[in-house]
């Protein structure tokens, strides 16, 4: 077997694939270049520079992995490589120290104006008075997103004598509280609290443009920013202009919304205290060595027939299991997705309970599914072979069950998931074998097809609802596709939910005004990962 290193990996790679499989070492190459090497190799090993195409997937003939070292694989066509049967696996822990020293480095060089100064002294010039700083001794760090990496921000910042608050609706209260950092509750109550905010979630729908203009007005004036997640959880010209005004005292960015072509970035333009950086979180040596040995030892194991510890999408899972529940995979994940974007809270379990053809057969691999759609809706990178390894470490009791009452359907997997603020139930079902829907969401009985973008309104049955929530849709430019209004199963009953399927995504503005109609309470819009 042969395996492909490119990108200038670390050749401790090599030296660790050599037990498994011949390995050449070449430079970065084209597309077309690739299409041509690529067939004679079993695996691949990138970087970020290579751009691992259809094209070239189509071409690997022999392939069985491709590896990425690093975090991300945006530069991979996974979707390419899952029909292709190939593992795609990356080093998802390889930076966290990295990437936490990183802030900590950013936020000393913002309190105490290191870059500026730098540059003023390399002029010949002797400011001292102009450059005065803060120390973070005992002034009140804000951590939002409480992973590994803000976990290891917050060690250090505490043995700076930095007192911790920290938001993150998904972290245990108890391991913050451990750590001896206070845990909030309500975002609205974390802003006021804080000297220093530093980020650490990925970028979803709900974290994007989440530090903006409205949400900076909360913070305590003067107040120091720290981004080393990603671009575009800060709103850039919102935060210039906070810079600018004195409401922000500093900033310290290594991510932005447009990378690498940031020369029309805002901040750059900034005039106050801004340090930038060109995304150097995970640009140590130690980071980029961790990363290449952790993928050379995955493709090394698969190799030699065993499994990787980080694939990204779906191949481990075995096909005896997965054949004869296949057409339920994408229901149950987006059954898993509906369920957590309708809850509020941390959730404590999920009990998965199958009726109907479903009880009579092997339904772990819908397990994963249910698993892998709620979790997306909260964290960034999760797939099939990590979701149950995430949920155990949230502590998440999984409970599954097979029901012989009889259902509606030929197959109903209903989802169950209770939170610390309540409950949430979701089923779904196939109507057909290949015409999925959600057939219940809480109290609702119904039949919807899931969508990439939907909207959930509830609201009392009174005249003109349908009109004015429409309305408020059409004014947005918002198409609908279709709409399902239902009521609950009581006749008595006054309270009934427009179930909405859209072409875009709509934001915070839109929810607000639809909540402001009289008679609607908590509408929400949805985003499900479905299969065009």
Same mark, same amino acid.
């Given at each position: 077997?042969?395996? *492909? ?27 077309? $270049? ?28 022999? *392939? ?70 803060? $120390? ?37 209260? $108890? ?125 090394? $194991? ?231």
């Amino acid at each position: 077997m042969k395996v *492909l290193v490119t990108d200038k990996i670390n050749e401790a790679a090599g030296k660790i694939i050599e037990a498994a499989a011949e390995v050449d070492f070449l430079p970065t190459m084209s597309e077309e $270049e690739l299409v041509e090497k690529i067939p004679q190799y079993d695996a691949l090993m990138v970087r970020s520079q290579t751009k691992v195409t259809a094209k070239i997937i189509e071409a690997g003939k022999n *392939l069985k992995i491709i590896g990425r070292a690093g975090v991300g694989v945006d530069n991979i066509d996974v979707d390419a490589a899952t029909q292709r049967g190939i593992i795609v696996v990356n080093s998802p822990d390889g930076n966290t120290m990295a990437a936490a020293e990183h802030t900590i480095a950013l936020m000393l060089a913002m309190a105490r104006n290191i870059a500026p100064a730098a540059t003023s002294t390399k002029e010949g010039k002797w400011d001292r008075t102009k450059f005065t700083g803060c $120390e973070l001794y005992k002034k009140t760090l804000g951590i939002i997103g409480f992973g590994k990496i803000g976990t290891h921000v917050a060690e250090v910042a505490l043995a700076l004598g930095m007192k911790l608050v920290v938001f993150d609706p998904f972290a245990s209260k $108890e391991i913050v509280e451990k750590l001896g950092a206070e845990y909030i509750t309500n975002i609205d109550d974390f802003w006021g609290r804080c000297d220093f905010i530093t980020l650490h979630v990925p970028k979803t729908k709900d974290t994007l443009n989440l530090i903006n203009k409205q949400t900076i007005a909360k913070m305590k004036k003067g107040v120091r920013l720290v981004n080393c997640a990603r671009g575009g959880i800060i709103n850039e010209q919102d935060l210039k202009d906070a810079i600018e005004s004195g409401q922000v005292k500093a900033a310290a960015i290594d991510v932005y919304e447009n990378e690498p072509n940031i020369s029309e970035c805002p901040l750059i333009h900034c005039e106050g205290n801004v340090v930038l950086t060109p995304h150097l979180g995970a640009s140590t040596q130690e980071a980029q060595m961790n990363v290449a040995i952790d993928v050379a030892e995955q493709i090394k $194991e698969v190799l030699l027939g065993g499994s990787a510890s980080s694939a990204v999408n779906i191949p481990s899972l075995r096909p005896d299991k997965l054949e004869p529940v296949k057409d339920y995979m994408q229901i149950a994940e987006n059954s898993g997705a509906l369920a957590m974007q309708i809850s509020q809270g941390v959730i404590k379990s999920i009990e998965i309970t199958a009726q109907g053809d479903l009880a009579e057969l092997d339904i772990q691999p819908l397990e994963v599914a249910v698993l892998k759609g709620a979790l997306s809706s909260m964290l960034e990178g999760v797939n099939y072979v990590n979701a149950p390894i995430l949920a155990k470490k949230r502590g998440i009791d999984i409970i599954s069950t097979r029901s012989k009452v009889k259902c509606n359907f030929a197959g109903l997997l209903s989802v169950k998931l209770t939170t610390d603020k309540g409950i949430s139930v979701v089923a779904g079902a196939m109507v057909a074998k290949d015409i999925p829907r959600i057939v219940k969401i809480n109290d609702y009985e119904t039949s919807i097809r899931p969508q990439k973008h939907m909207l959930l309104v509830p609201h009392i049955n009174q005249p003109a609802m349908i009109a004015k929530v429409a309305q408020v849709i059409g004014e947005n430019n918002i198409n609908i596709g279709s709409m399902n209004v239902v009521q609950k199963n009581d006749k008595h009953e006054t309270e009934s939910i427009m179930v909405i399927n859209i072409d875009s995504a709509v934001g915070s503005d839109v929810l607000s005004a639809i909540d402001k109609i009289s008679g609607v309470h908590n509408p929400k819009y949805i985003s499900l990962d479905v299969q065009e």
